[in-house]
């Protein structure tokens, strides 16, 4: 993953409301119904994380990010849940996890998507499943992260705050871009975002090679087909 971009206390305590529980988490709560040993990878606040440690089941959260993983553990319910800081290299290969679900486009931020699949299969059981989404790069989502069409205005806890998108790098389906943050104090606090929009053939080669059988992408949470015009590649991958 990269170098962690959420470094402020206060772009944090905003992550959660920018991204609310929604769909996403009702898709990943239902997979998770029946399974006894869980790993969110790359959890970010833990909102998710804390919905699936439910009494008899064992909730694993793991992320790069010191400074999300702080908040999370502050947080209500955060006693039920194991944290760990770091990415695919600090999951154990135990073999007896049900279930690995990576949440808000995780997988994207993940260079290595090849390794991470892998050592995620590692810590999965005969019959266990990994399961997330990625922006469908048909949809080509990077053209419109301009300043022009991104800007924005709002109140927020810590003050009024200006906050606009400026795309850096576009090629071979990586996109870097800057997401600027103006608070009161007129600080512009800028994180870099590095992007890897991967085609669903791509997502299952490097499935399959890990050890993946059961490849499924749909093109949305309901099981929608995929096409071009769907958003997402939502994806279940059985080991």
């Not at 898709?27 to 699936?52: I, M, N, P, Q």
């Not at 909730?59 to 947080?75: C, E, F, K, N």
């Not at 486009?105 to 990994?130: C, D, I, S, W, Y």
């Not at 490097?206 to 769907?230: M, N, Q, S």
């Amino acid at each position: 993953m990269t170098e962690d971009p959420y470094g402020d206390e206060q772009l944090v305590e905003l992550y959660d409301l920018d991204n609310p529980a929604g769909e996403d988490h009702k898709y990943y709560l239902g997979l998770a119904e029946g399974t006894h040993k869980v790993v969110d990878f790359g959890c970010g606040t833990g909102l998710l994380t804390r919905s699936l440690a439910v009494p008899g089941r064992v909730v694993i959260g793991v992320d790069p990010s010191t400074t999300m993983l702080g908040y999370a553990r502050r947080q209500p319910g955060a006693d039920a849940v194991t944290w760990i800081d770091g990415d695919h290299r600090a999951v154990e290969p135990t073999g007896d996890l049900d279930l690995v679900v990576s949440s808000g486009n995780t997988m994207m931020h993940v260079a290595e998507q090849a390794a991470a699949v892998t050592a995620l299969a590692a810590a999965l059981r005969p019959g266990g499943m990994l399961a997330f989404e990625s922006r469908n790069p048909a949809g080509r989502a990077w053209l419109q992260w301009t300043s022009e069409a991104t800007y924005g205005e709002r109140d927020t806890a810590a003050g009024h705050l200006k906050e606009w998108l400026e795309l850096t790098e576009v090629g071979d389906g990586r996109v870097v871009f800057d997401a600027h943050n103006v608070f009161p104090d007129g600080h512009d606090r800028i994180y870099r975002n590095v992007l890897y929009f991967r085609s669903a053939e791509e997502i299952t080669a490097d499935l399959r090679a890990a050890g993946f059988t059961d490849v499924v992408i749909d093109g949305g949470w309901h099981g929608e087909p995929l096409t071009d015009k769907a958003p997402l590649l939502v994806v279940r991958a059985t080991k």
